[in-house]
């Protein structure tokens, strides 16, 4: 699957508890089909994915429950900040997405909305496995373990 960095400088939305929550096994990019005033809202840097998902339904892939607030100066030809949106991928990687989705379990997490360098937006993907509490508490050991090692290596 293709994969992509982002530069940081254009990213709009980070779900940063994403990989706090889930096992991320796999990501890649996938494009968004917006509408104008949506696009106008993204470049203010106001967008939301935190409890943002993915789904496959009749061959298509959709984000649901993204927030993308309304463009102020659209009045009457605002967009609904909740409604589903397409995402654009490859139709073998929409099997391979769907194929783990059923079979294994998993889920489709975004990562991050930002704009590519031809100034088109584009969204970080994530098939992930969810974590269970005691994932959870390995991986926040982990995280002070290194905060402490780097707190030690700066010191002497």
Known sequence: MAKKKAADS????????AR????????LEAGLVLTGTEVKSLREGKASIAEAYATEEQGE????????PEYLQANRFNHN??????????????NK?????QREGMT??????????????????AVGKGKNAPDKRQTIKEREWN???ARILKEG
Do not use: C
Request: net charge positive.
């Open 81 to 94: 900040p909740k409604r589903r949106r397409k995402l654009l991928v490859h139709r073998t990687q929409l």
């Open 108 to 125: 489709l997490v975004p990562l991050k909305i930002y704009f590519d360098d031809r100034g088109m937006a584009k969204m970080e993907l």
């Open 10 to 17: 254009n990213v709009v939305a980070e779900n940063r508890k």
């Open 147 to 149: 905060r402490q090692k």
């Open 20 to 27: 706090f929550n889930y096992e991320i096994i796999e990501t």
């Open 61 to 68: 892939l959709w984000l649901i429950n993204s927030n993308l």
């Open 97 to 101: 997405l769907a194929g783990a989705v």
